[in-house]
């Protein structure tokens, strides 16, 4: 028996697309819904929340040094640079407290090893590529990242190799394939190009693949924009210094959404298997869109400014550390993402624990 779709059937009547034009009367409406029943209990509210955060969608992190110890990074407080003998007791704790992977990045005091052609990037005895193999042959289960651009390695702190003021593109392209398979070589499970060359994730792809890595899986910085919340990073991996001039010309304008969407949808083309939004908090309108647009697993950095933002105004008394941190990290994953890379991620996943 069919049912009359009339005017008065508003239950079956199929509802526009856009939210906001709903007819209310399908939504319910007053006396009959009180919005608040919902929110009464602890219970309750545990029970219809959409969105959910676990250690199991974070990323951690880390960075390493060439001295032994720990060193402190002035505008991110609680993070800390890792020698090699200090990180796998870090690292040991991120694993037990349920964090899936973290991300390595290198911090060199000596200038001597940042030249014009970068090459330290791709020797297999640099930093990262020894921190690597110490992690596997510690911690094998837990996943390691590892970045791949030129800056760290770079005299004049950019990410691509430079030639009378300008990035070359592909001939980046070609020392990025050259670091991925040094860090493939160590052990690594993830490489992740966060540099924003045109065309690096097809190469680097084909250039693992036919040095037999087909196993290890590229993390693409799809949509990375030219950003100031990076400041904090710069100090952190010893790159803001040198840096001359800024990254406009390969890292995305912040005014851009649907280029963002082309990014991620050539990074896929090209072979990648997870794709990232960088920055996190003010950039969410982009997450939601990567998400919606392509259902890939979507990754998003909550990036060193953010979290020195939060920090600042904690240690003013101004803002509650623990609740707006909790917050931030949910707000990743109603956004849509599906994991979240943060400084937070060891606090996070303490405080999880807890429940
Ligand atoms: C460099 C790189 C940057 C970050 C990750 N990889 C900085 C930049 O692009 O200048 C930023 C991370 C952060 O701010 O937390 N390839």
Excluded at 80 to 103: K, S
Excluded at 181 to 209: F, K, N, T, W, Y
Excluded at 240 to 257: E, F, H
Excluded at 333 to 338: F, T
């Amino acid at each position: 028996m069919a049912t009359p779709k009339t005017k008065d059937n508003l239950f079956l009547r199929r509802l526009p697309e856009r939210p906001a034009a709903r007819a209310p009367e399908a939504l319910g409406a007053y006396p009959q819904v009180r919005m608040r029943r919902n929110r009464t209990d602890a219970w309750s509210r545990r029970l219809v929340a959409e969105a959910r955060l676990a250690a199991d969608d974070l990323v951690w992190p880390v960075f390493v040094q060439e001295a032994p110890g720990e060193s402190a990074v002035a505008a991110m407080p609680g993070v800390v640079r890792y020698g090699l003998d200090t990180l796998i007791e870090a690292a040991g704790q991120a694993a037990e407290a349920g964090i899936p992977a973290l991300a390595l990045f290198p911090y060199y005091a000596d200038d001597a090893l940042k030249t014009a052609d970068c090459a330290e990037a791709a020797n297999p005895e640099n930093l990262v590529c020894r921190a690597v193999r110490l992690l596997k042959e510690n911690l094998p289960d837990l996943g390691v990242f590892c970045d791949v651009a030129l800056d760290p390695y770079n005299s004049l702190g950019h990410d691509g190799l430079v030639a009378d003021g300008c990035i070359l593109n592909d001939e980046t392209v070609e020392m990025l394939v050259r670091q991925s398979l040094a860090q493939a070589e160590a052990g690594c499970d993830v490489v992740a190009p966060s540099d924003m060359m045109d065309g690096r994730i097809g190469a680097i792809r084909e250039g693992l693949d036919q040095a037999g890595f087909q196993d290890v899986k590229i993390c693409a910085y799809s949509a990375k924009y030219a950003s100031a919340f990076y400041g904090p990073f710069r100090e952190a991996v010893g790159s803001g210094g040198a840096l001359v001039g800024d990254k406009k010309t390969y890292q995305m304008d912040p005014a851009n959404t649907d280029e963002a969407l082309r990014e991620v949808a050539l990074d896929l083309q090209e072979g990648a298997d997870m794709v990232m939004v960088k920055p996190g908090l003010p950039y969410l309108d982009v997450v939601r869109r990567v998400k919606d647009a392509f259902g890939v697993p979507t990754l998003v950095y909550n990036v060193s400014g953010e979290y020195a933002m939060l920090k600042a105004a904690a240690q003013q008394g101004w803002l509650d550390n623990d609740k707006v941190v909790m917050e931030s990290l949910l707000a990743f994953k109603r956004a849509g993402a599906d994991a979240i890379l943060t400084y937070a991620a060891p606090e996070a996943a303490e405080r999880l624990k807890a429940g």
